[in-house]
């Protein structure tokens, strides 16, 4: 079985720029959560999708972070325009049941580096 | 307010040897605990989980303990191996709220020869 996938592992890019990172989730996993951790910080919640609905978006920091999950397979995270803060690696997780019973499995992450 | 908080922030221990980490946690109401095993570039990787009515799990050399009176997690690694050098994360999870999941900022362990 195909693990969650995440692309690209690294991005470098100059503040104000867009910045879009992508999650596969595992096949047949309704739900899919991004999440980030910011140097030195915890791992902070942004978002849950069931499907293509967003369940709860409420770690999304501000309206620079924009999520889809069209047709419910894998998933977008596009921030824009990028600032410095904004730099960290995001996780992507993915679960068969809702995340109050059921286990995750993340995906190796992308590095995201605003200069 | 929901926190997790990991002790100690790194650890260097020689190979062969046994280690604890250690995890509090304020989260309410308590749904379960697990800790994850994080390598450098790739994601966390699930060791355990346990509920409230688990007191210890083992999974390999690794074995967790959980007092959910005094809300404190270990985790145990027996005989350790220069590839269990990695960050390993307590992860606590609450019963209800939108967003359930609270993460710990980890334990950096480094296994050396």
């Known amino acids: 079985e195909a693990g969650v996938t995440q692309f690209p592992s690294h991005s470098v890019i100059e503040k104000g720029q867009t910045v879009t990172l992508r999650c596969d989730p595992i096949?047949?996993?309704?739900?899919l959560y991004w999440y980030r951790r910011v140097m030195g910080k915890e791992i902070k919640f942004l978002l849950h999708?069931?499907?293509?609905?967003?369940?709860?978006e409420s770690g999304m920091p501000n309206n620079r972070f924009l999520a889809e999950r069209t047709g419910g397979t894998y998933s977008t995270l596009k921030v824009q325009p990028a600032e410095l803060e904004d730099s960290g690696v995001y996780f992507c997780?993915?679960?068969?049941?809702?995340?109050?019973?059921?286990?995750?499995?993340f995906g190796s992450g992308t590095r995201l580096t605003v200069v | 307010k929901n926190q997790v908080e990991q002790s100690p922030q790194s650890l260097i221990i020689l190979e062969g040897k046994n280690c604890t980490l250690q995890?509090?946690?304020?989260?309410?109401?308590?749904?379960?605990l697990r800790w994850y095993k994080q390598d450098t570039g790739r994601g966390p990787v699930s060791l355990t989980i346990?509920?409230?009515?688990?007191n210890t799990k083992s999974n390999g050399r690794y074995t967790a303990t959980l007092d959910a009176d005094t809300k404190q997690s270990s985790l145990h690694i027996t005989a350790s191996q220069l590839s269990d050098s990695a960050s390993y994360i307590c992860?606590?999870?609450?019963?209800?709220?939108?967003?359930?999941?609270?993460f710990g900022t980890g334990t950096r362990l480094t296994v050396i020869p």
């Open positions: 997780a993915s679960s068969q049941d809702s995340y109050r019973v059921g286990g995750y499995t």
């Open positions: 096949s047949g996993h309704d739900n």
């Open positions: 999708f069931v499907k293509e609905s967003k369940q709860d």
């Open positions: 995890c509090n946690y304020t989260v309410s109401p308590f749904s379960n």
């Open positions: 346990m509920t409230f009515s688990e």
């Open positions: 992860v606590v999870s609450a019963k209800t709220g939108a967003n359930n999941l609270f």
